[in-house]
């Protein structure tokens, strides 16, 4: 166990849809990142935030958004949802968001647009 | 731009016995780290060994080891004894080094699918 949580485990829903998901850090990290990872493909970073501040942005869609609350708890948006934004989504956390901390993987949710 | 390849998409090897997963990786900065990272069946994201580039020594694991070849630009996976829950998905990840931009992101290799057999 990493020590950071991610809800719900599996979503299901429609194209057109919007949902929102969640990631709570290991205890005491004030840096989360947003992973996507597609059927047996690698990880493709998102987003990162430290303590409540966008830090960097990789290949994320315009229809997605997030962001981190004071209590560094975080939350990625996925909006008009297409068949191709099936996936699995990871978040991992670090202490202070800089390269040489090994990121903490959350277990995942697992999104199906149908 | 940094990339991380994996060039054996599949391997498989009977239990005990030792494999190694390659990974090469093309970057210009002298200072970076590296990772290997296992996804099991249940498709958890684990931490198996992280190397820096300024050590020269190899990093090792308990039954995890790795070949660091800085000049070659290579980071090896060894298992030793590997075991049944070793089946997993290996992914190499490369991070840069601290900068003014800020960007940590890890670069990732497509990953090796390694089988242990019984």
């Known amino acids: 166990d990493s020590g950071v949580t991610q809800t719900p485990k599996h979503l299901i829903t429609a194209t057109g849809q919007r949902v929102t998901l969640r990631c709570s850090p290991r205890s005491g990290d004030l840096s989360v990142y947003w992973y996507q990872q597609s059927l047996d493909q690698g990880l493709q970073f998102l987003i990162q935030y430290y303590n409540g501040e966008e830090r960097a942005k990789g290949n994320i869609l315009e229809r997605f958004s997030a962001q981190q609350f004071p209590d560094l708890h975080s939350e990625l948006n996925l909006s008009s949802l297409e068949l191709g934004d099936s996936a699995l989504y990871f978040c991992?956390?670090?202490?202070?968001?800089?390269?040489?901390?090994?990121?903490?993987f959350g277990p995942g949710t697992r999104l199906l647009v149908l | 731009a940094q990339t991380v390849t994996q060039s054996q998409p599949e391997m498989s090897v009977q239990e005990a016995e030792t494999v190694t997963l390659s990974c090469t990786y093309d970057?210009?900065?002298?200072?970076?780290?590296l990772f290997w990272y296992k996804q099991p069946p249940s498709r958890q994201m684990i931490l198996v060994i992280r190397?820096?580039?300024?050590k020269q020594q190899n990093a090792t694991e308990n039954r995890f080891s790795v070949n660091f070849q800085k000049a070659a630009k290579s980071f090896s996976l060894k298992i030793s004894d590997s075991q049944l829950g070793d089946t997993a998905m290996y992914f190499c990840?490369?991070?840069?080094?601290?900068?003014?931009?800020?960007?940590?992101?890890?670069?990732w290799g497509a990953g090796t699918k390694l089988i242990i057999k019984p």
């Open positions: 991992a956390s670090t202490g202070a968001g800089r390269p040489q901390e090994t990121q903490y």
């Open positions: 990840a490369f991070m840069k080094p601290e900068s003014m931009d800020s960007n940590y992101q890890l670069i």
């Open positions: 970057t210009s900065e002298s200072n970076y780290y």
């Open positions: 190397q820096e580039a300024y």
